[in-house]
Nanobody, 125 residues
Framework: QVQLVESGGGLVQAGGSLRLSCAASGCTFGNYVMGWFRQAPGKERELVADITRSGGRTYYADSVKGRFTISRDNAKNTAYLQMNSLKPEATAVYYC??????????????????WGQGTQVTVSS
């Protein structure tokens, strides 16, 4: 079956950087559009960034634009989220998810085919 496994979370000071990875198995990774979401305590899950199947186009939430970079390596079945200049408000569980039909309209609303288990990111002030 399809599995998405996130890694790379941790504790970092404000201003620091982390790189999250999302390793996929059980699917043809390049056939899926990918997204990174996050959910902070007491808040709704929100989209952070997404990327097309080829990696040629990306989209970012306004809150992370210019500081986060989403990318993918289809040969390695892995998506990444490089997070720079981290702020305490970035503290959340980060999830990767995908969708096979290429619909960003649905993906950005959280209607995804598969989800990872999440990785905790904590940014201290």
């Amino acid at each position: 079956q399809v599995q998405l496994v996130e890694s790379g979370g941790g504790l970092v000071q404000a201003g620091g950087s982390l790189r999250l990875s999302c390793a996929a198995s059980g699917c043809t990774f390049g056939n899926y559009v990918m997204g990174w979401f996050r959910q902070a305590p007491g808040k709704e899950r929100e989209l952070v960034a997404d990327i097309t199947r080829s990696g040629g186009r990306t989209y970012y939430a306004d809150s992370v634009k210019g500081r986060f970079t989403i990318s993918r390596d289809n040969a390695k079945n892995t998506a990444y989220l490089q997070m720079n200049s981290l702020k305490p408000e970035a503290t959340a569980v980060y999830y990767c998810a995908n969708r096979s039909d290429g619909s960003f309209w649905y993906l950005r609303r959280g209607e995804c085919d598969y989800w990872g288990q999440g990785t905790q990111v904590t940014v201290s002030s």
